[in-house]
């Protein structure tokens, strides 16, 4: 069994990730419409029948606004930490007590031989964090929605075979842009996002010769561009030597079009 996941929908507007490995199929937020997630699960193939599960990483809407439509239709089990249940519980609509399962936070659950790491991150919700999956000695690790990237998380998430890294804005189109400044003040601060540039050093300090694909993540659509954003973390990291396009491989995300399978 190989370890496998697709960035179902990543950005603004809804996050949505999925990961496999055999009969275990975890989806990760659901921060679009019932609908719509279906219909990027139908882009991978993968029938929303057969998911085992939904993690959660914190209470924003654009990670939860689909959540309570999926556990419900397809009766499945959700799992966040107790400060996100207390801060979404009201959001999602009525889910049976049987189907909410609490995961701590710096806690590692096994789940049909998928070994998932939570950690946490700074960002502005109630107890938000993300994880890591482990399985036959690989590793990829979810890292978006944080303010910056602590020595910490950096330890948690160091040497994996694949990334899935948050590179939120363009400092210069934020400054520049339309946002109110309490607004970029906030993207900007230690509990908001990561830039391209503060992506690319962060991944200079974790990356090793295991890693060989890193797919950019949680775009603004206001304050970033697909292009803009693989050209700046690919040019940091190609000046700190690392081969890029021949040994790693640096990948786009997109709002609601899902990535192609990956065996990591």
Request: charged letters at 25%; one cysteine or more.
């Amino acid at each position: 069994m190989s370890l496998r996941f697709s960035v179902l929908a990543s950005g603004s507007t809804g996050n949505a990730f999925y990961i496999e490995s055999g009969e275990e199929k975890i989806l990760v937020d659901a921060g679009l419409s019932g609908k719509k997630i279906e219909n990027l699960l139908a882009q991978v193939h993968v029938d929303p029948k057969d998911l085992s599960r939904i993690l959660v990483t914190h209470e924003h809407s654009d990670h939860i606004k689909g959540l309570g439509i999926m556990a419900r239709r397809y009766n499945l089990p959700i799992y966040a930490n107790e400060k996100t249940w207390e801060a979404m519980d009201t959001q999602i609509g009525k889910v049976p007590l049987d189907q909410k399962f609490h995961f701590p936070m710096e806690s590692v659950q096994t789940f049909g031989g998928i070994d998932v790491e939570s950690f946490a991150v700074s960002h502005d919700a109630a107890d938000p964090m993300f994880f890591t999956f482990h399985q036959d000695g690989k590793k990829a690790a979810l890292v978006t929605d944080l303010g910056y990237v602590s020595e910490r998380i950096k330890k948690t998430v160091e040497k994996a075979d694949a990334y899935i890294f948050e590179a939120n804005h363009d400092v210069h189109m934020l400054r520049m842009g339309k946002y109110p400044w309490s607004v970029k003040r906030r993207i900007l601060g230690d509990a908001g996002h990561v830039s391209n540039e503060d992506c690319a050093l962060a991944l200079t300090d974790i990356l090793d010769d295991n890693t060989k694909r890193i797919y950019l993540a949680h775009l603004s659509l206001d304050n970033n561009m697909i292009d803009l954003a693989n050209m700046s973390v690919t040019n940091v990291l190609k000046e700190r030597g690392f081969e890029v396009g021949k040994r790693l491989d640096v990948q786009d995300t997109f709002p609601e079009m899902a990535t192609p399978m990956y065996d990591v």
